[in-house]
């Protein structure tokens, strides 16, 4: 494995300045393209998996996040609050008291159930400046997060089916887990009680754990069970990454929460025309976006699969001759959706200019045949060679295969159906 902090600038994805601050890395247009490539991915995932997405703010007042929990049992990962005019609001450190409010701001019958809300949205944790490095651990986050509104008997074929997007996604992305955990409280824990830093009842902890165990189970991973490492509001499924140096981080999460439905009230009609509460499954798919790419980084070290590569075709003119067909050809990629750019004739030799481009997925490279043909002579970054075929056909192979394959096989609707 590569390190992404050295690599990851060597290749123009990103930099960090210290007049933005510490923690704070802005992405350069190559790491921009990756993270539209992943947001797009993940968001056609979800959508053809049921979910709807939502957009909300940033920052919330005070009184939200003392309703959530997040007040007092996680203020110390909190920006302190910004006074605005009598209010005080914060830089949220979730979203999870957002989708909450989305949900109770329409009333829900059980027929609409499950409700599954995503969102890749910012959220933001006061990190200390010696736990800061590159962009696996950073202060504004991008998270790809999801929360679904279920019924009691929906929840672990919710839970599991968040569980297939996972490992499917990871697949997608060639992402290896280094492992599975069952975060649960600390083994003395006094859940409930005022001083603890786990809030309901130990009953609903239990039945989130049971159900939790079953869906890890029933998908055949081998997991361990991680004591004191729950959220505050229940235990967790983490999965975690290993980066170059060995360290462990959570990049995907399941998590079943009975605290923040009662503390928004929520409800739904039930057949039997009352009242009734449902359950809240968190989920992130991929996680951090910061975190998700600095892993493709490393694993990949920058020869990402086609379909996330900054720039999937390269268009190589033997001399000045070529250079209009070559522009003609890079404007037609481009039309047809693929990340294409021109290494000019003047740019140096055409072993240097391929050099250069070693990472770049696909080369057309551009002599006097192929201007005269209309064709294009591609060869793939392994050093294969393809026959020349007409250019149009050549891009349209091209632009198919720089599509997420998997996407066809996901199908929206309930688990199970």
Same mark, same amino acid.
């Given at each position: 494995?590569?390190?992404?902090?050295?690599?990851?600038?060597?290749?123009?994805?990103?930099?960090?300045?210290?007049?933005?601050?510490?923690?704070?890395?802005?992405? /350069?247009?190559?790491?921009?393209?990756?993270?539209?490539?992943?947001?797009?991915?993940?968001?056609?995932?979800?959508?053809?998996?049921?979910?709807?997405?939502?957009?909300? #703010?940033?920052?919330?007042?005070?009184? /939200?996040?003392?309703?959530?929990?997040?007040?007092? =049992?996680?203020?110390?990962?909190?920006?302190? #609050?910004?006074?605005?005019?009598?209010?005080?609001?914060?830089?949220?450190?979730?979203?999870?008291? =957002? =989708?909450?409010?989305?949900?109770?701001?329409?009333?829900?019958?059980?027929?609409?159930?499950?409700?599954?809300?995503?969102?890749?949205?910012?959220?933001?944790?006061?990190?200390?400046?010696?736990?800061?490095?590159?962009?696996?651990?950073?202060?504004?986050?991008?998270?790809?997060?999801?929360?679904?509104?279920? *019924?009691?008997?929906?929840?672990?074929?919710?839970?599991?089916?968040?569980?297939?997007?996972?490992?499917?996604?990871?697949?997608?992305?060639? %992402?290896?887990?280094?492992?599975?955990? /069952?975060?649960? #409280?600390?083994?003395?824990?006094?859940?409930?009680?005022?001083?603890? +830093?786990?809030?309901?009842?130990?009953?609903?902890?239990?039945?989130?754990?049971?159900?939790?165990?079953?869906?890890?189970?029933?998908?055949?991973?081998?997991?361990?069970?991680?004591?004191?490492?729950?959220?505050?509001?229940?235990?967790?499924?983490?999965?975690?990454?290993?980066?170059?140096?060995?360290?462990?981080? *959570?990049?995907? *999460?399941?998590?079943?929460?009975?605290?923040?439905?009662?503390?928004?009230?929520?409800?739904?009609?039930?057949?039997?025309?009352?009242?009734?509460?449902?359950?809240?499954?968190?989920?992130?798919?991929?996680?951090?976006?910061?975190?998700?790419?600095?892993?493709?980084?490393?694993?990949?070290?920058?020869?990402?699969?086609?379909?996330?590569?900054?720039?999937? %075709?390269?268009?190589?003119?033997?001399?000045?001759?070529?250079? +209009?067909?070559?522009?003609?050809? *890079?404007?037609?990629?481009?039309?047809?959706?693929?990340?294409?750019?021109?290494?000019?004739?003047?740019?140096?030799?055409?072993?240097?200019?391929?050099?250069?481009?070693?990472?770049?997925?696909?080369?057309?490279?551009?002599?006097?045949?192929? %201007?005269?043909?209309?064709?294009?002579?591609?060869?793939?970054?392994?050093?294969?060679?393809?026959?020349?075929?007409?250019?149009?056909?050549?891009?349209?192979? %091209?632009?198919?295969?720089?599509?997420?394959?998997? /996407?066809?096989?996901?199908?929206?609707?309930?688990?199970?159906?």
């Amino acid at each position: 494995m590569y390190d992404h902090r050295k690599l990851g600038r060597e290749l123009g994805l990103f930099d960090s300045d210290p007049l933005i601050g510490a923690g704070l890395p802005y992405l /350069l247009p190559a790491g921009a393209a990756i993270r539209q490539a992943l947001e797009s991915y993940v968001a056609e995932l979800e959508r053809r998996s049921g979910y709807q997405h939502v957009y909300s #703010p940033v920052l919330g007042k005070r009184e /939200l996040y003392e309703l959530s929990g997040h007040w007092s =049992h996680y203020s110390d990962d909190m920006y302190p #609050p910004m006074k605005v005019g009598e209010e005080e609001v914060v830089l949220r450190p979730s979203l999870c008291p =957002h =989708h909450a409010l989305i949900y109770r701001s329409r009333a829900h019958s059980y027929r609409e159930l499950p409700v599954r809300y995503a969102e890749l949205g910012g959220m933001y944790r006061s990190e200390l400046s010696g736990v800061l490095g590159g962009l696996t651990r950073v202060r504004a986050i991008q998270l790809n997060d999801g929360h679904i509104f279920c *019924t009691l008997d929906q929840v672990a074929d919710e839970a599991r089916a968040a569980l297939d997007l996972i490992l499917r996604a990871y697949g997608d992305l060639g %992402l290896r887990p280094a492992r599975f955990l /069952l975060s649960l #409280p600390a083994a003395d824990a006094r859940i409930g009680d005022p001083a603890s +830093k786990y809030v309901g009842d130990a009953e609903s902890w239990d039945r989130s754990a049971a159900l939790l165990r079953e869906v890890l189970d029933e998908a055949g991973v081998q997991y361990e069970e991680a004591p004191g490492e729950a959220a505050f509001y229940g235990p967790k499924i983490d999965v975690q990454i290993a980066d170059a140096a060995g360290r462990e981080s *959570t990049l995907s *999460t399941i998590q079943i929460d009975f605290h923040q439905p009662a503390r928004f009230e929520l409800d739904y009609i039930g057949a039997d025309g009352n009242k009734h509460r449902p359950v809240m499954v968190h989920r992130a798919i991929i996680g951090s976006l910061e975190r998700v790419i600095a892993q493709l980084i490393e694993l990949h070290g920058g020869a990402l699969p086609g379909w996330l590569a900054p720039v999937q %075709l390269v268009v190589l003119p033997i001399s000045d001759a070529e250079e +209009k067909y070559a522009a003609e050809i *890079t404007r037609r990629a481009v039309d047809r959706g693929l990340r294409a750019e021109l290494a000019h004739a003047d740019e140096g030799t055409l072993g240097a200019r391929i050099r250069e481009n070693r990472l770049v997925p696909y080369q057309a490279v551009i002599g006097a045949r192929e %201007l005269e043909a209309g064709q294009l002579a591609v060869r793939d970054r392994s050093g294969s060679r393809y026959a020349p075929a007409a250019a149009g056909d050549v891009l349209d192979q %091209l632009a198919a295969g720089c599509r997420p394959a998997a /996407l066809s096989e996901v199908r929206a609707g309930r688990p199970g159906e």
